[in-house]
């Protein structure tokens, strides 16, 4: 067993590869001075409670100040709005703009319901308070039943307490019915 040992560690050693000063950190892709001296925060999370006692989560892979135009800029965002019988609303988008209780969400916005809805849009308008998720430009629905266009999209609450939420679609909407 000893030698068996000796003869492994040997091998190890004799085949091992001479270690390269030169060679960069292969994940250190970044500038770390950079890094350093802007102002982000990394991995931000904000949870909350709408008026109507949904629940709201929003995640981002990065956060930064916005330089005098809003409270905030935030990338790769996710956000959940979970009413409270459970169903829930999943927005991904790739940036989002904070201003108080608005979040304005961009680059690519898309939102799937539990209900198997999926609506994308060039951007949406959430409120952290009101629980709404508002489209003022053309959406296309992909729903269980077929696909729609419409001119606006509103997600709000039913307003009669259940904490329920209605997606209202507005604006010229087509469908095209696939049984």
Not at 27 to 36: F, I, N
Not at 84 to 111: P, T, W, Y
């Amino acid at each position: 067993m000893p030698l068996s040992a000796l003869a492994l560690l040997s091998v190890l050693f004799l085949l091992g590869r001479n270690p390269d000063p030169d060679a960069s950190i292969p994940y250190a892709d970044v500038d770390p001075r950079e890094l350093a001296e802007r102002q982000a925060v990394t991995s931000p999370t904000y949870a909350g409670v709408t008026d109507d006692g949904a629940q709201l989560s929003i995640t981002a892979a990065e956060a930064r100040p916005d330089g005098g135009q809003g409270e905030g800029q935030a990338q790769t965002v996710h956000m959940t709005l979970r009413a409270r019988d459970g169903r829930a609303a999943d927005v991904s988008a790739g940036s989002a703009a904070l201003e108080g209780e608005q979040v304005l969400l961009g680059d690519g916005v898309r939102m799937t319901t539990a209900d198997g809805w999926v609506v994308t849009a060039p951007q949406f308008l959430a409120s952290t308070i009101a629980g709404t998720v508002v489209s003022d430009r053309e959406v296309n629905v992909l729903a269980p039943f077929g696909e729609l266009t419409a001119g606006q999209m509103e997600l709000r609450p039913s307003g009669q307490g259940s904490g329920d939420h209605v997606l209202d679609l507005s604006g010229g909407v087509r469908l095209i019915y696939r049984p």
